[in-house]
Nanobody
Framework: QVQLVESGGGLVQAGGSLRLSCLAS????????MAWYRQAPGKQRELVAS???????SYADSVKGRFTISRDNGKKAVYLQMISLKPEDTAVYYC?????????????WGQGTQVTVSS
């Protein structure tokens, strides 16, 4: 069983920075894509950033130039560095990993970490 544990959320003023981390536990699997999603109150969950196992990154237009996604394959970890935070970035942030074990691909999600940006 794979578990994803997130950390790094919190309360920050507009213009501030936060770094989210997500570590996968377990063994016997490989990880292809890793991603961060977020869900604000009353809104649908949206993709914020993703990174492939070859390092190709993509970002939502709303965070381009402010957020940076990175990964450490040895640690089975994905990170989201967020700068110049805005109140509209307030949401619960979830990490997602696509894992492969015995040729079966399974998506896993973290429990979510709250990010609150005050104006």
């Amino acid at each position: 069983q794979v578990q994803l544990v997130e950390s790094g959320g919190g309360l920050v003023q507009a213009g501030g920075s936060l770094r989210l981390s997500c570590l996968a536990s377990g063994s016997g699997f490989s990880i292809s894509a890793m991603a961060w999603y977020r869900q604000a109150p009353g809104k649908q969950r949206e993709l914020v950033a993703s990174i492939t196992n070859t390092g190709w990154r993509s970002y939502a237009d709303s965070v381009k130039g402010r957020f940076t996604i990175s990964r450490d394959n040895g640690k089975k970890a994905v990170y989201l560095q967020m700068i110049s935070l805005k109140p509209e970035d307030t949401a619960v942030y979830y990490c997602n990993m696509a894992t492969t074990r015995w040729a079966i691909v399974t998506d896993y999600w973290g429990q979510g970490t709250q990010v609150t940006v005050s104006s």
